[in-house]
Protein backbone atom coordinates (compact mmCIF):
# COMPACT_ATOMS: atom_id res chain seq x y z
CA UNK A 1 0.00 0.00 0.00
CA UNK A 2 1.85 3.44 -0.73
CA UNK A 3 1.99 6.01 1.13
CA UNK A 4 -1.27 8.19 -0.01
CA UNK A 5 -3.42 4.85 0.94
CA UNK A 6 -2.29 4.52 4.42
CA UNK A 7 -3.19 7.97 5.06
CA UNK A 8 -6.75 7.62 2.89
CA UNK A 9 -7.70 5.20 5.00
CA UNK A 10 -5.84 5.41 8.47
CA UNK A 11 -9.01 5.37 11.00
CA UNK A 12 -6.97 7.51 13.67
CA UNK A 13 -6.20 10.19 11.64
CA UNK A 14 -9.72 10.41 10.40
CA UNK A 15 -12.69 12.43 11.63
CA UNK A 16 -14.47 10.50 13.71
CA UNK A 17 -17.70 9.23 11.77
CA UNK A 18 -15.13 8.42 8.98
CA UNK A 19 -12.83 6.18 11.80
CA UNK A 20 -16.24 4.51 12.89
CA UNK A 21 -17.01 3.69 9.34
CA UNK A 22 -13.83 2.52 8.67
CA UNK A 23 -13.64 0.63 11.67
CA UNK A 24 -16.46 -2.02 10.10
CA UNK A 25 -14.07 -2.60 6.79
CA UNK A 26 -11.43 -4.50 5.69
CA UNK A 27 -9.23 -2.54 3.09
CA UNK A 28 -7.01 -4.46 0.09
CA UNK A 29 -3.59 -3.71 0.05
CA UNK A 30 -4.58 -1.54 -2.99
CA UNK A 31 -6.07 0.68 -0.71
CA UNK A 32 -9.47 -0.35 -2.67
CA UNK A 33 -12.65 -0.24 -0.63
CA UNK A 34 -13.91 -3.69 0.80
CA UNK A 35 -16.98 -5.29 1.85
CA UNK A 36 -17.49 -5.49 5.64
CA UNK A 37 -16.90 -8.95 7.09
CA UNK A 38 -19.67 -10.37 8.96
CA UNK A 39 -23.75 -10.71 8.39
CA UNK A 40 -24.65 -9.58 4.89
CA UNK A 41 -26.44 -5.98 4.71
CA UNK A 42 -29.75 -5.33 2.75
CA UNK A 43 -29.19 -5.37 -1.26
CA UNK A 44 -28.05 -2.19 -2.78
CA UNK A 45 -30.57 -1.50 -5.79
CA UNK A 46 -29.27 0.23 -9.02
CA UNK A 47 -31.34 0.83 -11.80
CA UNK A 48 -29.56 2.01 -15.17
CA UNK A 49 -31.50 3.74 -17.92
CA UNK A 50 -30.62 5.82 -21.34
CA UNK A 51 -31.62 6.39 -24.31
CA UNK A 52 -30.98 3.46 -27.33
CA UNK A 53 -27.26 3.51 -28.49
CA UNK A 54 -26.02 5.42 -25.60
CA UNK A 55 -24.60 2.66 -23.86
CA UNK A 56 -26.36 1.75 -20.88
CA UNK A 57 -26.17 -2.13 -21.34
CA UNK A 58 -22.06 -1.75 -21.52
CA UNK A 59 -21.95 0.19 -18.17
CA UNK A 60 -24.18 -1.86 -16.84
CA UNK A 61 -22.51 -4.55 -17.16
CA UNK A 62 -18.79 -2.98 -16.39
CA UNK A 63 -20.04 -1.62 -13.09
CA UNK A 64 -21.45 -5.44 -12.21
CA UNK A 65 -18.13 -6.83 -12.85
CA UNK A 66 -16.24 -3.93 -10.44
CA UNK A 67 -18.92 -4.56 -8.26
CA UNK A 68 -18.20 -8.31 -7.96
CA UNK A 69 -14.88 -7.55 -7.61
CA UNK A 70 -14.93 -5.90 -4.71
CA UNK A 71 -16.49 -9.01 -3.03
CA UNK A 72 -20.17 -8.22 -3.66
CA UNK A 73 -22.49 -10.77 -4.86
CA UNK A 74 -24.07 -9.21 -7.64
CA UNK A 75 -26.68 -9.97 -9.54
CA UNK A 76 -27.38 -8.31 -13.18
CA UNK A 77 -31.27 -8.19 -14.24
CA UNK A 78 -31.94 -7.65 -17.54
CA UNK A 79 -35.36 -5.56 -17.89
CA UNK A 80 -34.91 -4.72 -21.18
CA UNK A 81 -37.85 -6.53 -22.27
CA UNK A 82 -37.45 -5.79 -25.94
CA UNK A 83 -33.62 -5.38 -26.47
CA UNK A 84 -32.41 -8.12 -24.07
CA UNK A 85 -28.22 -8.01 -24.92
CA UNK A 86 -26.69 -9.07 -21.71
CA UNK A 87 -26.66 -12.66 -22.42
CA UNK A 88 -24.79 -11.47 -25.90
CA UNK A 89 -22.16 -9.18 -23.81
CA UNK A 90 -20.98 -12.11 -21.91
CA UNK A 91 -20.68 -14.26 -24.31
CA UNK A 92 -23.89 -16.77 -22.68
CA UNK A 93 -24.65 -18.53 -26.18
CA UNK A 94 -27.73 -20.65 -23.48
CA UNK A 95 -28.51 -18.74 -20.81
CA UNK A 96 -30.71 -19.78 -17.72
CA UNK A 97 -33.98 -20.01 -18.80
CA UNK A 98 -34.67 -16.47 -17.03
CA UNK A 99 -37.29 -13.87 -17.26
CA UNK A 100 -39.36 -15.63 -19.54
CA UNK A 101 -39.81 -18.77 -17.66
CA UNK A 102 -40.51 -16.63 -14.52
CA UNK A 103 -43.24 -14.52 -16.25
CA UNK A 104 -44.76 -18.51 -17.68
CA UNK A 105 -44.30 -20.07 -14.04
CA UNK A 106 -42.42 -22.62 -15.73
CA UNK A 107 -40.02 -21.76 -12.55
CA UNK A 108 -40.99 -20.65 -9.03
CA UNK A 109 -38.01 -18.29 -7.98
CA UNK A 110 -35.80 -15.74 -9.30
CA UNK A 111 -32.86 -17.64 -8.00
CA UNK A 112 -33.45 -20.80 -10.23
CA UNK A 113 -33.11 -18.33 -13.28
CA UNK A 114 -29.65 -16.89 -12.47
CA UNK A 115 -27.16 -17.75 -15.16
CA UNK A 116 -23.78 -17.81 -13.40
CA UNK A 117 -21.09 -15.49 -15.46
CA UNK A 118 -17.19 -16.10 -15.72
CA UNK A 119 -17.14 -13.72 -13.09
CA UNK A 120 -16.57 -14.68 -9.34
CA UNK A 121 -20.01 -13.35 -7.39
CA UNK A 122 -22.10 -12.17 -10.35
CA UNK A 123 -25.13 -14.29 -12.31
CA UNK A 124 -26.89 -12.41 -14.63
CA UNK A 125 -30.68 -12.85 -15.00
CA UNK A 126 -31.76 -12.61 -18.92
CA UNK A 127 -34.68 -11.42 -20.52
CA UNK A 128 -33.47 -14.12 -23.91
CA UNK A 129 -36.19 -15.55 -25.14
CA UNK A 130 -38.94 -12.92 -24.43
CA UNK A 131 -40.48 -11.35 -28.28
CA UNK A 132 -39.65 -8.14 -29.18
CA UNK A 133 -43.60 -6.89 -29.17
CA UNK A 134 -44.53 -9.19 -25.65
CA UNK A 135 -46.87 -7.72 -23.90
CA UNK A 136 -45.94 -6.20 -20.25
CA UNK A 137 -46.13 -8.03 -17.41
CA UNK A 138 -49.39 -8.07 -15.86
CA UNK A 139 -50.22 -7.15 -12.24
CA UNK A 140 -50.03 -10.37 -10.72
CA UNK A 141 -46.52 -10.87 -12.67
CA UNK A 142 -45.14 -7.70 -11.71
CA UNK A 143 -45.93 -8.30 -8.14
CA UNK A 144 -44.40 -11.94 -8.43
CA UNK A 145 -41.15 -10.20 -10.28
CA UNK A 146 -41.07 -7.37 -7.83
CA UNK A 147 -41.20 -10.48 -5.24
CA UNK A 148 -38.33 -12.05 -6.40
CA UNK A 149 -36.22 -9.46 -6.69
CA UNK A 150 -36.18 -8.79 -2.80
CA UNK A 151 -35.80 -12.02 -1.96
CA UNK A 152 -32.55 -12.73 -4.35
CA UNK A 153 -29.89 -13.43 -2.12
CA UNK A 154 -27.32 -10.35 -3.24
CA UNK A 155 -25.34 -7.71 -2.24
CA UNK A 156 -26.18 -5.80 -5.04
CA UNK A 157 -28.72 -5.91 -7.27
CA UNK A 158 -28.17 -4.06 -10.88
CA UNK A 159 -31.37 -3.41 -13.85
CA UNK A 160 -30.41 -2.72 -16.96
CA UNK A 161 -34.02 -1.08 -17.84
CA UNK A 162 -35.11 -0.48 -21.59
CA UNK A 163 -35.58 3.01 -22.31
CA UNK A 164 -39.56 2.81 -22.86
CA UNK A 165 -39.75 0.84 -19.35
CA UNK A 166 -43.05 2.30 -17.66
CA UNK A 167 -44.77 -0.72 -16.53
CA UNK A 168 -45.68 -0.67 -12.65
CA UNK A 169 -42.98 -3.23 -11.93
CA UNK A 170 -39.88 -0.58 -12.92
CA UNK A 171 -41.83 2.38 -11.37
CA UNK A 172 -42.02 0.47 -8.44
CA UNK A 173 -38.40 -1.07 -8.30
CA UNK A 174 -37.53 2.45 -8.84
CA UNK A 175 -38.75 4.10 -5.53
CA UNK A 176 -35.90 2.67 -3.59
CA UNK A 177 -32.99 2.39 -6.50
CA UNK A 178 -30.15 4.42 -7.07
CA UNK A 179 -30.83 5.47 -10.67
CA UNK A 180 -28.49 5.88 -13.10
CA UNK A 181 -28.91 7.48 -16.34
CA UNK A 182 -26.29 7.19 -18.72
CA UNK A 183 -26.13 10.14 -21.30
CA UNK A 184 -23.88 10.96 -23.99
CA UNK A 185 -22.40 14.73 -24.62
CA UNK A 186 -24.90 15.73 -27.48
CA UNK A 187 -28.02 17.60 -26.96
CA UNK A 188 -30.62 15.35 -27.31
CA UNK A 189 -29.12 12.77 -24.62
CA UNK A 190 -29.02 15.58 -21.96
CA UNK A 191 -32.88 16.83 -22.88
CA UNK A 192 -33.69 13.04 -22.18
CA UNK A 193 -31.78 12.91 -18.94
CA UNK A 194 -33.05 16.25 -17.90
CA UNK A 195 -36.42 14.79 -18.22
CA UNK A 196 -35.76 11.69 -17.09
CA UNK A 197 -34.77 13.15 -13.64
CA UNK A 198 -37.98 15.71 -13.89
CA UNK A 199 -40.54 12.62 -13.95
CA UNK A 200 -38.72 11.12 -11.20
CA UNK A 201 -39.06 14.70 -9.26
CA UNK A 202 -43.07 14.27 -10.45
CA UNK A 203 -42.99 10.77 -9.05
CA UNK A 204 -41.48 12.20 -5.55
CA UNK A 205 -43.71 15.05 -5.29
CA UNK A 206 -46.71 12.85 -5.80
CA UNK A 207 -45.99 10.63 -3.27
CA UNK A 208 -44.97 13.77 -0.82
CA UNK A 209 -48.01 16.18 -1.51
CA UNK A 210 -50.26 13.75 -3.84
CA UNK A 211 -54.24 15.26 -3.70
CA UNK A 212 -53.17 18.53 -2.21
CA UNK A 213 -53.02 21.89 -4.41
CA UNK A 214 -49.29 22.54 -3.53
CA UNK A 215 -48.59 19.44 -5.48
CA UNK A 216 -50.89 19.56 -8.15
CA UNK A 217 -49.18 23.32 -8.89
CA UNK A 218 -46.09 21.74 -9.04
CA UNK A 219 -46.66 19.16 -10.74
CA UNK A 220 -48.06 21.31 -13.55
CA UNK A 221 -45.38 23.61 -13.14
CA UNK A 222 -42.92 20.70 -14.13
CA UNK A 223 -45.41 19.33 -17.01
CA UNK A 224 -45.30 22.91 -18.39
CA UNK A 225 -42.65 23.77 -21.15
CA UNK A 226 -42.29 26.94 -19.93
CA UNK A 227 -40.93 25.10 -16.51
CA UNK A 228 -40.97 26.31 -13.09
CA UNK A 229 -38.12 28.59 -12.27
CA UNK A 230 -35.08 27.46 -10.13
CA UNK A 231 -37.02 24.49 -7.76
CA UNK A 232 -35.95 25.91 -4.25
CA UNK A 233 -37.69 29.80 -5.53
CA UNK A 234 -40.69 28.03 -6.65
CA UNK A 235 -41.31 25.69 -3.46
CA UNK A 236 -40.59 28.82 -0.98
CA UNK A 237 -43.39 31.26 -3.24
CA UNK A 238 -45.78 28.67 -4.14
CA UNK A 239 -46.12 26.00 -0.95
CA UNK A 240 -47.56 28.45 1.70
CA UNK A 241 -47.70 25.50 4.33
CA UNK A 242 -44.45 24.93 6.16
CA UNK A 243 -45.13 21.29 6.49
CA UNK A 244 -45.07 20.32 2.91
CA UNK A 245 -42.59 22.64 2.08
CA UNK A 246 -40.66 20.86 4.23
CA UNK A 247 -41.66 17.26 3.03
CA UNK A 248 -40.77 18.51 0.11
CA UNK A 249 -37.35 19.53 0.49
CA UNK A 250 -36.80 16.42 2.24
CA UNK A 251 -37.88 14.45 -0.36
CA UNK A 252 -35.79 15.90 -2.98
CA UNK A 253 -32.66 16.26 -0.73
CA UNK A 254 -33.08 11.85 -0.42
CA UNK A 255 -33.36 11.48 -3.65
CA UNK A 256 -30.85 9.13 -4.88
CA UNK A 257 -29.34 9.66 -8.80
CA UNK A 258 -26.32 9.80 -11.07
CA UNK A 259 -25.32 10.47 -14.12
CA UNK A 260 -22.44 8.82 -16.50
CA UNK A 261 -21.64 10.01 -19.23
CA UNK A 262 -20.45 7.80 -22.06
CA UNK A 263 -18.96 8.22 -25.54
CA UNK A 264 -16.71 11.61 -24.54
CA UNK A 265 -14.08 12.62 -26.62
CA UNK A 266 -12.64 15.75 -24.84
CA UNK A 267 -12.85 17.79 -21.61
CA UNK A 268 -15.76 20.18 -23.06
CA UNK A 269 -17.63 16.92 -24.14
CA UNK A 270 -17.28 16.15 -19.84
CA UNK A 271 -18.34 19.37 -19.25
CA UNK A 272 -21.54 19.08 -20.39
CA UNK A 273 -22.35 16.46 -17.90
CA UNK A 274 -21.43 18.51 -15.47
CA UNK A 275 -23.53 21.52 -16.47
CA UNK A 276 -26.27 19.28 -16.90
CA UNK A 277 -25.90 18.01 -13.29
CA UNK A 278 -25.72 21.32 -12.40
CA UNK A 279 -28.84 22.51 -13.75
CA UNK A 280 -30.82 19.37 -12.65
CA UNK A 281 -29.54 20.57 -9.09
CA UNK A 282 -31.02 23.92 -9.65
CA UNK A 283 -34.20 23.43 -11.89
CA UNK A 284 -35.29 20.20 -10.26
CA UNK A 285 -34.04 20.64 -6.58
CA UNK A 286 -32.07 17.14 -6.41
CA UNK A 287 -28.73 16.09 -6.63
CA UNK A 288 -27.31 13.92 -9.35
CA UNK A 289 -23.73 14.34 -9.75
CA UNK A 290 -21.43 13.51 -12.25
CA UNK A 291 -20.52 9.62 -11.31
CA UNK A 292 -18.37 8.90 -14.44
CA UNK A 293 -17.34 9.70 -17.69
CA UNK A 294 -16.33 6.76 -19.66
CA UNK A 295 -14.36 8.48 -22.56
CA UNK A 296 -14.86 6.97 -25.67
CA UNK A 297 -12.14 4.65 -27.39
CA UNK A 298 -12.17 1.98 -30.01
CA UNK A 299 -11.06 -0.92 -27.27
CA UNK A 300 -14.29 -0.49 -25.30
CA UNK A 301 -16.57 -0.22 -28.76
CA UNK A 302 -15.44 -3.61 -29.66
CA UNK A 303 -16.07 -4.91 -26.61
CA UNK A 304 -19.73 -4.68 -27.23
CA UNK A 305 -19.82 -7.68 -29.82
CA UNK A 306 -17.20 -9.80 -28.53
CA UNK A 307 -18.81 -11.47 -25.90
CA UNK A 308 -15.96 -10.35 -23.49
CA UNK A 309 -16.53 -6.91 -21.54
CA UNK A 310 -14.33 -4.24 -21.17
CA UNK A 311 -13.02 -5.39 -17.43
CA UNK A 312 -12.47 -8.68 -18.39
CA UNK A 313 -10.47 -8.50 -21.49
CA UNK A 314 -6.62 -7.73 -20.80
CA UNK A 315 -4.89 -4.53 -20.50
CA UNK A 316 -5.82 -1.52 -17.92
CA UNK A 317 -6.57 1.51 -19.62
CA UNK A 318 -8.22 5.03 -18.13
CA UNK A 319 -11.64 3.58 -18.67
CA UNK A 320 -11.18 0.48 -16.77
CA UNK A 321 -10.07 2.53 -13.94
CA UNK A 322 -13.00 4.52 -13.70
CA UNK A 323 -15.68 1.50 -13.70
CA UNK A 324 -13.50 0.15 -10.75
CA UNK A 325 -13.40 4.06 -9.54
CA UNK A 326 -17.53 4.36 -10.15
CA UNK A 327 -17.98 0.65 -8.38
CA UNK A 328 -15.91 1.64 -5.39
CA UNK A 329 -17.77 4.91 -5.19
CA UNK A 330 -21.42 3.31 -4.98
CA UNK A 331 -20.47 0.89 -2.24
CA UNK A 332 -18.74 4.01 0.06
CA UNK A 333 -21.76 6.26 -0.53
CA UNK A 334 -24.14 3.23 0.48
CA UNK A 335 -22.30 3.00 3.54
CA UNK A 336 -21.60 6.23 4.39
CA UNK A 337 -25.19 7.50 4.04
CA UNK A 338 -27.10 8.02 6.91
CA UNK A 339 -30.49 7.08 6.04
CA UNK A 340 -30.09 5.06 3.15
CA UNK A 341 -33.13 4.27 1.03
CA UNK A 342 -33.95 0.64 0.33
CA UNK A 343 -36.63 -1.27 -1.86
CA UNK A 344 -39.68 -2.00 0.49
CA UNK A 345 -41.02 -5.68 0.63
CA UNK A 346 -44.35 -5.78 -1.85
CA UNK A 347 -47.56 -5.87 -0.91
CA UNK A 348 -49.49 -8.57 -1.82
CA UNK A 349 -51.46 -8.05 -5.02
CA UNK A 350 -54.88 -7.41 -3.46
CA UNK A 351 -53.05 -4.69 -1.83
CA UNK A 352 -51.23 -2.99 -4.55
CA UNK A 353 -51.88 0.57 -5.09
CA UNK A 354 -53.65 1.48 -8.27
CA UNK A 355 -51.79 3.88 -10.49
CA UNK A 356 -50.96 7.28 -9.56
CA UNK A 357 -53.02 9.58 -11.99
CA UNK A 358 -50.78 10.79 -14.88
CA UNK A 359 -50.10 14.00 -14.96
CA UNK A 360 -49.83 16.62 -18.01
CA UNK A 361 -48.89 15.26 -21.34
CA UNK A 362 -44.91 15.32 -21.02
CA UNK A 363 -44.48 15.52 -24.65
CA UNK A 364 -44.37 20.02 -25.02
CA UNK A 365 -44.99 21.47 -28.32
CA UNK A 366 -42.35 23.75 -29.81
CA UNK A 367 -41.43 26.84 -28.01
CA UNK A 368 -40.04 29.69 -29.43
CA UNK A 369 -36.33 31.53 -28.67
CA UNK A 370 -35.55 28.97 -25.82
CA UNK A 371 -31.59 28.34 -26.00
CA UNK A 372 -29.71 25.56 -24.62
CA UNK A 373 -26.06 25.67 -25.99
CA UNK A 374 -24.72 22.43 -26.19
CA UNK A 375 -21.14 21.88 -27.76
CA UNK A 376 -20.73 18.79 -29.97
CA UNK A 377 -17.41 16.96 -30.66
CA UNK A 378 -15.61 20.29 -32.34
CA UNK A 379 -16.78 22.42 -30.43
CA UNK A 380 -18.94 24.25 -31.96
CA UNK A 381 -22.35 25.38 -30.55
CA UNK A 382 -25.95 24.05 -30.71
CA UNK A 383 -29.12 24.50 -29.61
CA UNK A 384 -30.89 21.00 -27.67
CA UNK A 385 -34.43 22.76 -28.38
CA UNK A 386 -33.86 23.51 -31.92
CA UNK A 387 -33.59 19.84 -32.68
CA UNK A 388 -37.18 19.11 -34.04
CA UNK A 389 -37.01 15.24 -33.45
CA UNK A 390 -36.56 15.72 -29.64
CA UNK A 391 -40.38 17.25 -29.84
CA UNK A 392 -41.75 14.75 -32.07
CA UNK A 393 -40.00 11.80 -30.54
CA UNK A 394 -41.59 12.49 -26.55
CA UNK A 395 -38.48 13.33 -24.82
CA UNK A 396 -40.20 15.89 -23.06
CA UNK A 397 -40.36 19.16 -22.20
CA UNK A 398 -37.31 21.72 -23.49
CA UNK A 399 -34.15 22.58 -20.76
CA UNK A 400 -35.50 25.05 -18.87
CA UNK A 401 -32.72 27.72 -19.51
CA UNK A 402 -29.44 27.61 -21.42
CA UNK A 403 -27.13 24.93 -20.86
CA UNK A 404 -24.45 27.66 -21.58
CA UNK A 405 -25.34 29.49 -18.29
CA UNK A 406 -23.48 26.61 -16.07
CA UNK A 407 -20.85 25.21 -18.43
CA UNK A 408 -16.85 25.94 -16.64
CA UNK A 409 -14.61 28.59 -18.03
CA UNK A 410 -11.86 26.34 -18.33
CA UNK A 411 -11.69 23.13 -19.55
CA UNK A 412 -10.51 20.82 -17.51
CA UNK A 413 -7.99 18.20 -17.79
CA UNK A 414 -7.19 14.33 -16.14
CA UNK A 415 -4.41 13.64 -14.17
CA UNK A 416 -2.76 11.63 -11.50
CA UNK A 417 -0.42 13.74 -9.24
CA UNK A 418 0.55 13.86 -5.46
CA UNK A 419 0.68 17.15 -3.96
CA UNK A 420 0.15 18.72 -0.33
CA UNK A 421 -2.68 20.63 1.29
CA UNK A 422 -1.42 23.04 3.73
CA UNK A 423 -4.75 24.17 6.17
CA UNK A 424 -4.38 28.18 7.41
CA UNK A 425 -3.46 26.76 10.80
CA UNK A 426 -0.28 25.09 9.22
CA UNK A 427 -1.46 21.24 9.00
CA UNK A 428 -0.24 19.83 6.30
CA UNK A 429 -2.14 16.63 4.37
CA UNK A 430 -1.17 14.94 1.57
CA UNK A 431 -3.78 15.26 -1.77
CA UNK A 432 -4.24 13.64 -4.97
CA UNK A 433 -5.06 15.27 -7.33
CA UNK A 434 -7.32 13.70 -10.44
CA UNK A 435 -8.73 16.89 -12.57
CA UNK A 436 -7.07 20.12 -13.06
CA UNK A 437 -7.80 23.33 -15.03
CA UNK A 438 -6.33 26.51 -15.01
CA UNK A 439 -9.04 27.82 -12.21
CA UNK A 440 -8.61 25.24 -9.96
CA UNK A 441 -8.32 21.32 -8.97
CA UNK A 442 -10.07 17.93 -7.87
CA UNK A 443 -8.70 16.20 -5.03
CA UNK A 444 -8.90 13.20 -3.01
CA UNK A 445 -7.68 13.37 0.91
CA UNK A 446 -9.36 12.54 3.95
CA UNK A 447 -12.46 13.77 4.74
CA UNK A 448 -13.05 16.61 6.81
CA UNK A 449 -12.39 19.90 4.28
CA UNK A 450 -15.32 22.62 4.66
CA UNK A 451 -16.47 24.94 2.09
CA UNK A 452 -15.24 28.21 2.02
CA UNK A 453 -11.89 26.74 4.05
CA UNK A 454 -8.87 28.72 2.52
CA UNK A 455 -5.42 26.84 2.52
CA UNK A 456 -2.47 26.75 -0.20
CA UNK A 457 -2.05 23.79 -2.49
CA UNK A 458 1.63 22.96 -3.15
CA UNK A 459 2.59 20.86 -6.06
CA UNK A 460 4.94 18.57 -5.18
CA UNK A 461 5.90 16.35 -8.10
CA UNK A 462 5.93 19.37 -10.22
CA UNK A 463 9.47 20.97 -10.83
CA UNK A 464 10.35 24.11 -8.43
CA UNK A 465 6.58 22.44 -6.54
CA UNK A 466 4.36 25.48 -7.59
CA UNK A 467 2.32 26.48 -4.30
CA UNK A 468 -0.55 28.96 -4.94
CA UNK A 469 -3.59 29.95 -2.91
CA UNK A 470 -7.11 28.06 -2.73
CA UNK A 471 -10.27 27.99 -1.75
CA UNK A 472 -12.52 24.83 -0.83
CA UNK A 473 -15.62 25.15 -3.16
CA UNK A 474 -17.46 22.31 -2.86
CA UNK A 475 -17.04 19.05 -1.10
CA UNK A 476 -18.06 14.93 -1.14
CA UNK A 477 -17.29 13.91 2.07
CA UNK A 478 -17.81 9.95 2.24
CA UNK A 479 -15.21 10.03 -0.82
CA UNK A 480 -12.93 12.81 0.83
CA UNK A 481 -13.35 14.48 -2.61
CA UNK A 482 -13.35 18.46 -2.88
CA UNK A 483 -13.28 20.96 -5.74
CA UNK A 484 -10.73 23.71 -5.14
CA UNK A 485 -10.53 27.09 -6.80
CA UNK A 486 -7.19 28.76 -7.21
CA UNK A 487 -6.61 32.26 -5.69
CA UNK A 488 -3.25 32.92 -7.20
CA UNK A 489 -2.26 34.35 -10.48
CA UNK A 490 -3.42 33.00 -13.30
CA UNK A 491 -0.26 32.42 -14.92
CA UNK A 492 0.02 29.33 -12.42
CA UNK A 493 -2.94 27.59 -13.51
CA UNK A 494 -2.10 28.51 -16.86
CA UNK A 495 1.58 26.89 -16.28
CA UNK A 496 -0.10 23.69 -15.06
CA UNK A 497 -2.03 23.15 -17.73
CA UNK A 498 0.43 23.25 -20.22
CA UNK A 499 2.18 20.43 -18.14
CA UNK A 500 -1.00 18.97 -17.97
CA UNK A 501 -1.95 18.69 -21.59
CA UNK A 502 2.17 17.95 -22.63
CA UNK A 503 1.85 14.66 -20.37
CA UNK A 504 -1.87 13.78 -21.88
CA UNK A 505 -0.26 13.98 -25.58
CA UNK A 506 2.29 11.98 -25.01
Not at 147 to 166: C, K, N, R, T, Y
Not at 262 to 286: K, M, P
Not at 446 to 464: D, K, M, S, V, W
Request: overall charge neutral; aromatic content about 4%.
Amino acid sequence: MDDLARVRFDPTSAAKPRAAMLGRLTVLGAGRWHSPLGGRPAARFIAVRGQGGVGKSTVAANLAIALAGLRSRVVLIDLDFRHPTQHQMFGIAAPVHGLKALLREQIDTMEQALTPTRVRNLYLVSAEGLAANARSPNVEQQHRLLEQIWELDADVVIADLGQDSSEDLVDLFELGAVHLFVAAPEARSIRRSYNFFRQQVIREIEHVAGGTAEGAMLITGLCNAAGTGPMAEFLARAVGKPNIREALTQALAAFTGRLVGNHVRNSDQADLLHAASRLIAEYLGIAVPVLGVVESSAHLDATRISGRPLLLGSGIDRNVRLFHSMAEQLLMEAEEAEAPRCVARPLPPADLPGPLPSPAPLVAAHPPAVGVAARDASGAARDANDDESTNRDGDGVPLPTSLGNYMRRHSRYPVDWLATYRSASGHESPVRIFELSISGASIETLPGLGIGERGRLIFTQIERQPDIAVTVMDTRRPLGRAGLRFDGPEDVGTALVAIATAILSR
